[in-house]
């Protein structure tokens, strides 16, 4: 439910930024493969869309003018991630060609760039998002050692809830995890209020009251929080 809210209002939010060829872009180029990337990959390993940029516009060696499925842009740093479908890249060997000169154009030009095959996205999307955590790990450290996150203090129950989340898609429900922890169940009822309160949670109310029942974890799943 919550990856499709925010996953509409990113895209509403870039599609309201964009004119003319840039927003016929975003709207043709984001389909099921781009879509399948951030629910299945990004979205397990972020939990937001902040800084991630759909079909963006760079410039080839001939200054001529394309779109990469999606641009990263990390504290100065430029990752690019592509899904590659075989039937668009594998057949036409001077579009193959011409997809393999950009490629090395833009790293020339220090841009990371990250290939991910559709296929495997469909049929093994878990070994993708181990991949993509290993290349992007340390500089998500690095990042949020400098933002300043490691001075951020956390107690002990609530590092094992956000840890608990992870472990149960992202979902703490506050009953199951009293009986897991051994605490009692208003004592992890407060810590899911406090951390929701600190950005780190998200309480999820159900019915016509909105009753809430259980909390998600929108964190990273490589905050230093965590430890």
């Known amino acids: 439910m919550s990856f499709e809210i925010e996953h509409e209002k990113w895209i509403v939010k870039h599609m ?18 781009n879509r399948l990337f951030v629910e299945k990959i990004w979205w397990v ?19 001529r ?6 641009m990263w842009i990390l504290s100065g ?27 090395l154009f833009l790293q020339s030009q220090e841009y990371h760039v990250i290939n991910i095959s559709l296929d ?13 955590r290993s290349i992007l ?3 998500l450290a690095a990042d949020q050692s400098e933002s300043g996150m490691r001075d951020r203090k956390y107690v002990k129950t609530e590092r094992q809830l956000m840890r608990l989340a992870i472990r149960n898609k992202r979902i703490v429900c506050p009953s199951q995890a009293a009986k897991e922890l051994e605490i009692h169940k ?11 309160e600190q950005g780190k949670f998200r309480a999820i109310p159900t019915g016509t009251q909105g009753k809430v029942y259980q909390y998600e974890y929108i964190g990273s799943l490589q905050s230093p929080d965590l430890l």
């Open 137 to 139: 790990s340390p500089y």
């Open 186 to 196: 208003q004592t992890v009822i407060k810590y899911c209020r406090k951390l929701a």
């Open 120 to 132: 495997e996205l469909k049929e093994n999307p878990s070994l993708v998002l181990a991949m993509v």
């Open 45 to 63: 390993l972020m939990g937001h869309f902040k800084d991630l940029h759909p079909e963006y516009e760079v410039k080839d060696w001939r200054g």
């Open 65 to 70: 003018s394309y779109f990469v499925d999606f």
């Open 16 to 33: 309201s930024n964009r004119r003319g060829e840039q927003r016929d872009a975003l709207s043709r180029g984001h389909g099921y493969g």
């Open 77 to 103: 740093l430029r990752f690019v991630f592509e899904i590659m479908d075989y039937g668009s890249h594998g057949k036409d060997r001077s579009k193959y060609r011409l997809d393999l000169n950009r490629e």
